[in-house]
């Protein structure tokens, strides 16, 4: 899960962004897995069975190298899970990004005849950094606490998907999950565009696609997109006693950035964000500065970059003498109003006891998958996401499990012969 781009390197004591109608107690109802209806033929212990493999999974350091240059890495992580579901039945495919041969995916493929509803369950298998944590491997269980880094985002929610298409499969379920667990969510997105392109040529045809990110077990109603645009000022050098003989850079950044202050109020009624995050500029104190440059995000509620990029260009005038570029930039997405994600989105929802409730202020790949495949977003949450106090609530990994063994026959049976 993205919350912040770019700069977001480290882990930081940082409040929950999630919204406080969506935070469920997790005592209550079959949140807590309590009375959680299972497939006949399915292991009553679904839920346990994914609470023990959380714990394994965040005992497996899968930080980003990405993020932090000479991590670890998807590598261990990948091959633990490759051998786990290949015994479980699984035809198990190892998905290198691209061009990177070090940064693997895991594609695990139910067997089965193909006329049956096929669902993706994606989740990341990376993880932020860990400065500032003691033991972030320890993988300690307090009450229905998993501590640990990548508890919440996202090993809960792998474990919880990975554990129902186990007991999909062994029940003989007429339903085809097909798990998609990735590298480099937190970064730059290698994984899934890499698993993505590799599925046709796999033989998978997904129906629908579940990301099991951290919701508080809410569907998630929308998630915002972003761009980030770099904007440069150019200015004429001169010595810092006589100014008049230059052009300040450092100035002219100066007013652009009152403008983008100006700017900001308007984005944010509209659920959007503006604001500049990285500042540079000058070389030295008795020269008039040359060069600026900052990093402006512009966070997005509909589709389209350009026009985000747009906006930023509006706000710089010529006398600014800038130019700017469209460095990165993600699209916003919204759950489907009908069809097979809101049908799924529908089940799962009542049988967790939420609905589609949450607006995402930060992004996620659900718009990568959307583009393949109808795609929802659902999972377990806790507390601390890239924080160094990061925690799962386990009643709502188990919760999660449990619920999609339970619902998704039923929704293959609604979607066979679509």
Sequence with gaps: MRRARPGRRGPAHAADPLPRQ??????????????????????????????????????????????????????AIVEH??????????????????GRPDRPS???????????????????????????????FAARVDGDRLVGRGAADMKGGVAAVVAAAEALLAAGARVRPVLALVADEED????????IAALPGLGVRPDVCLVAEPTDLALARSLRGFAVVR?????????????????????????????????????????????????????????VPDHAECVVERRTTEPGSAAAHAEVDALLTPAMRATSELVASREAWRLDDHGAAADLAGLLGR?????ASF??????????????CPTLVCGPSGGGLHAVDEWVDL????ALARALVAVLPAWAAGHRGD
């Design 22 to 75: 969506a935070r469920r107690r997790a005592g209550e109802g079959p949140a807590d897995g309590e009375g959680a209806p299972v497939v006949s033929g399915a292991p009553a212990d679904v839920g346990q069975v994914a609470a023990d493999l959380a714990a394994e999974l965040v005992a497996i350091d899968s930080v980003n190298p990405g993020l932090v240059p000479g991590a670890a890495g998807e590598t």
């Design 81 to 98: 899970l490759r051998a786990r579901l290949a015994r479980s039945g699984f035809a198990t495919h190892v998905v290198p990004a691209a």
């Design 106 to 136: 895991l594609v695990a493929v139910a067997p089965g005849a193909d006329d049956v509803p096929t669902v993706v369950l994606n989740g990341h298998l990376d993880t932020v950094g860990t400065s500032g944590m003691a033991a972030p």
């Design 188 to 195: 730059a997105s290698l994984g899934s565009e890499a698993v």
């Design 231 to 287: 904007v440069r000022f150019e200015g004429r050098a001169a010595h810092s006693s006589q100014p008049e003989l230059g052009v300040n850079a450092v100035t002219a950044l100066g007013r652009f950035l009152h403008a983008v202050d100006g700017a900001a109020p308007g984005v944010r009624a509209g659920g959007g964000e503006l604001a500049v995050t990285v500042v540079r500029g000058g070389g030295s104190a008795f020269v």
């Design 351 to 355: 049988a967790l006891g939420t609905g």
């Design 359 to 372: 607006d995402a202020p930060y992004w996620m790949e659900a718009p990568l998958w959307q583009a393949s």
């Design 395 to 398: 009643r709502q990994v188990r």
